[in-house]
């Protein structure tokens, strides 16, 4: 690569490269906090009726109206924490005998729930939120109903008066604040689905800015936009705000995302790109276990919102030292600015002599195939055009959707797999350090094909079993859900190397937005399709599960890529048929395979250097 000259002549892998690299690192850990913290924000506590005239948050870990002094009582049941004397408050609001009549409707039923013994009701034995929880947690008996004299159901009516959370985990969530509950339930689906197509739309908007105006510019101002809007969500006064600063929190993330994949790759020399690039990959996940962490300390959503978004003013202030992309500003018709940048890189690694040595002429002269490039005039109506290549788009489209689609269909919903949701979250997270040392060592020798194929069936499998383990076992519907969640962090791998080989050179960095595109369209769909459990509790996981298997299939139909030189042309791609013998292309290293999902650029190309992953 003619610009891999110049990056060695400055140093190549020096001191400055290394810092600069930890520097965009860090930052990348607070990217899975955005992206999963819905987990935590919104998480759904066990709930009840507010009795009418009660006092909102009254309720706690346990009933209000209970004591542990009381005689008598048994250990560990409810009736072994009421005071004495207290008035015990019956189902539809009615105040009780203090000696414990209507022990039918009361908190001190034999299972601890709302309602008559035996009953499944929803206090603490129940999935919160579930479609069968209607009476205590979504319906209360009618106040002022008559005696029931013919033995029928009891009058109910919906929680006129609000709701009581249990507070022992969850001090505050936006479900607790603004009652996203029982008919307002989905409302918790739709702020996530709202904030990634924030994320969707950033990488449209600021990755386009970002090869008019900089990497580093748009990176500092995605720096801004994310502390600013993030702190803002902490002070949101209402849902409705709440859902548009998520929205702009999303945008820049996005942003930035894509402006630190580009200043890495571009700073790195050929040979290091791949590990360096696998760097940021596990920086981001490690970003998952540390979520968890932060989550369990402060338990507060406004706080911990807070604790996520207030770091990046930090990241704008020493963002200040960064350097602009050497590559894009000679793109941009920069070469002076590129020519002082490259010259103070090579001073920082002790290279001064060999840097004043790089010129506007030389530079211009290296990288004219990379500008001659630019003049080419393709759009995405190119990956539609001729036979093989849309074949290609359509295959690879089915698949970024459906991975996408599954992932965060897994990742969000935590709550239901029975165990604490801080330790499924530390789980999830670390699952995806095996998952990218396997999934990188069967790229390199059993292929791009049978690695994708069986990542993503073996996640589709395991998700569709899920559905049909009993919810007792939940340590077994842990496991499944866990050995999917890391197929499917290995296919986010596979696939964008697979796709960077398939597309040939005019179009590549075209076909990879638009995989990057469908992949956040799949992660705006993904919680919409959780909203159907109310009605069909199986279909979101069966929907989950078979569209990894759907994909599977189609990724079957793809030419495999290993050990094959990168195609240069179309015409190369439709005519190229699968070679018997293939010397390898160095220039594949310059693809990361470790890549993690925020690496993709966005639609158009517009978020890499054009030509930076297969220039010769």
Not at 187 to 194: G, H
Request: with cysteine; hydrophobic share 45%.
């Amino acid at each position: 690569m003619p610009f891999g000259a110049v990056l060695a002549q400055v140093g190549g892998l020096g001191r400055f490269q290394v810092l600069q690299t930890a520097l965009l690192a860090v930052p990348i850990l607070l990217m899975a906090s955005h992206n999963l913290l819905q987990n935590f924000t919104a998480a759904v506590p066990p709930h009840r009726c507010r009795a009418p005239g009660a006092a909102p948050g009254a309720t706690s870990a346990s009933p209000p109206d209970t004591d542990p002094s009381s005689p008598g009582a048994a250990p560990g049941s409810p009736e072994s924490h009421r005071s004495p004397g207290a008035t015990r408050v019956a189902l539809d609001g009615t105040p009780g005998s203090p000696d414990g009549a209507q022990p039918d409707v009361t908190w001190g039923t034999p299972n601890g729930t709302l309602g008559p013994a035996g009953a499944v009701l929803g206090w603490s034995n129940v999935t919160p939120g579930s479609p069968d929880v209607t009476l205590g947690s979504c319906r209360r008996y009618v106040a002022s109903a008559p005696a029931n004299v013919t033995g029928g159901p009891r009058a109910t009516e919906p929680c006129r008066d609000g709701w009581d959370y249990d507070r022992s985990v969850y001090v505050s969530t936006i479900v607790t604040e603004w009652d996203l509950v029982c008919g307002y339930r989905q409302l918790r689906q739709m702020a996530q689905s709202i904030y990634m197509a924030g994320v969707l739309v950033g990488a449209l908007v600021l990755g386009g800015l970002s090869d008019r105006f900089g990497r580093k510019a748009m990176l500092m101002w995605s720096y801004l936009q994310l502390g600013v809007m993030g702190t803002c969500t902490a002070f949101a006064p209402n849902y409705a705000s709440y859902c548009v600063f998520r929205f702009a929190g999303g945008m820049a993330l996005s942003g930035f995302g894509l402006s630190i994949a580009c200043l890495v790759v571009e700073w790195i020399p050929t040979p290091y790109r791949a590990v360096t690039v696998a760097i940021t990959g596990f920086a981001y996940t490690l970003g998952q276990i540390i979520l968890a962490g932060v989550a369990y300390a402060v338990p507060h959503w406004r706080w911990l919102q807070l604790s996520v978004s207030l770091p990046f003013f930090v990241f704008l202030l020493y963002s200040w030292w960064l350097a602009e992309s050497a590559r894009w500003l000679v793109l941009s018709g920069k070469a002076e600015r590129a020519v002082k940048v490259l010259r103070r890189v090579a001073a920082f690694n002790s290279r001064q002599e060999q840097g004043e040595k790089i010129t506007v002429e030389m530079l211009t002269s290296n990288m004219k195939e990379e500008l001659a490039a630019l003049k080419a005039s393709y759009t995405v109506s190119d990956l539609v055009r001729t036979p093989v290549i849309r074949h290609i788009f359509f295959c690879l489209s089915i698949v970024w959707f459906s991975i996408s689609f599954s992932y965060y269909g897994l990742a969000m919903d935590l709550q239901n797999f029975g165990v604490s949701i801080y330790l499924i979250q530390v789980i999830f997270g670390a699952v995806d350090f095996p998952a990218k040392v396997v999934v990188t060592v069967s790229l390199s020798y059993v292929g791009r094909r049978l690695s994708l194929v069986v990542t993503l069936f073996l996640a589709g499998l395991v998700i569709v079993a899920n559905i049909f383990v009993p919810t007792e076992l939940q340590t077994a519907r842990t496991a499944l859900a866990v050995i999917g969640k890391g197929c499917l962090s290995a296919s986010f791998n596979c696939v964008f190397l697979y796709t960077t080989e398939l597309y040939p050179t005019p179009i590549r960095q075209t076909g990879l937005g638009f995989g990057s595109t469908m992949a956040r369209v799949g992660g705006i769909v993904a919680p919409l399709v959780k909203m159907m459990d109310e009605y069909y509790p199986f279909l979101p996981p069966a929907v989950y599960g078979v569209a990894p298997v759907v994909a599977a299939v189609a990724a079957a139909f793809l030419p495999e890529t290993l050990n094959a030189p990168l195609p240069d042309t179309i015409e190369e791609v439709e005519n190229r048929t699968t070679p018997e013998s293939c010397v390898p292309d160095v220039t594949s290293a310059e693809v990361a395979p470790l890549a993690p999902p925020w690496v993709s650029p966005p639609a158009g190309g517009s978020s890499i250097t054009p030509n930076h992953l297969s220039s010769r």
